[in-house]
């Protein structure tokens, strides 16, 4: 269990950061959603989605293991997607009790769209910045990688 840190620099840096990336997320989901005429989808149906799109065949053990959620949660999102005609499920010829899963043209027009969509508000907000602010959340881009790849290798807590 992790201790408390004594207030610092680093901690106030911390405690800013993530409450940003929360925010960001969060106004990103919201704006994005606006004018969309099908049904909503949740932000763990999408990231699967956009997991199977760009990885065509994936087993549903890896796709848990990649999205950092329990197999039975991934499951559930596959049974989901499966019944709305999003993701195709079939069994894997190498080993008949596992899944590979293949997202429809459906769910590839919509993780199309999606993307484009957040590429152009993104590129809008990041253009209309200062060039300084812009030359700074590229610097950025490689510390907020590693940030990620650090999140990403903690080990599970049980």
């Known amino acids: 269990m992790a201790t408390e840190a004594p207030d610092t620099p680093d901690t106030a840096l911390a405690e800013e950061f993530s409450a940003l990336m929360v925010g960001i997320q969060r106004m990103l989901r919201r704006r994005l959603r606006q004018g969309l005429e099908q049904p909503r989808l949740r932000g763990a149906q999408v990231e699967l989605l956009r997991l199977v799109t760009d990885s065509p065949g994936l087993r549903v053990s890896d796709a848990a293991q990649e999205l950092c959620l329990a197999g039975n949660s991934v499951s559930t999102l596959v049974n989901q997607l499966?019944?709305?005609?999003?993701?195709?499920?079939?069994?894997?010829p190498g080993d008949r009790r596992a899944a590979l899963l293949?997202?429809?043209g459906q769910a590839k027009e919509r993780i199309e769209a999606w993307r484009s969509r957040r590429r152009a508000l993104v590129g809008e907000l990041v253009a209309a910045l200062p060039e300084q602010e812009r030359a700074a959340l590229a610097a950025a881009v490689p510390a907020l990688r590693s940030l990620t790849r650090g999140l990403r290798d903690l080990p599970e807590e049980g």
Do not use: I, K
Request: proline share 0%; charged share 35%; hydrophobic share 45%.
């Open 82 to 92: 499966v019944a709305q005609d999003l993701l195709r499920r079939e069994a894997d």
């Open 102 to 104: 293949y997202a429809t």
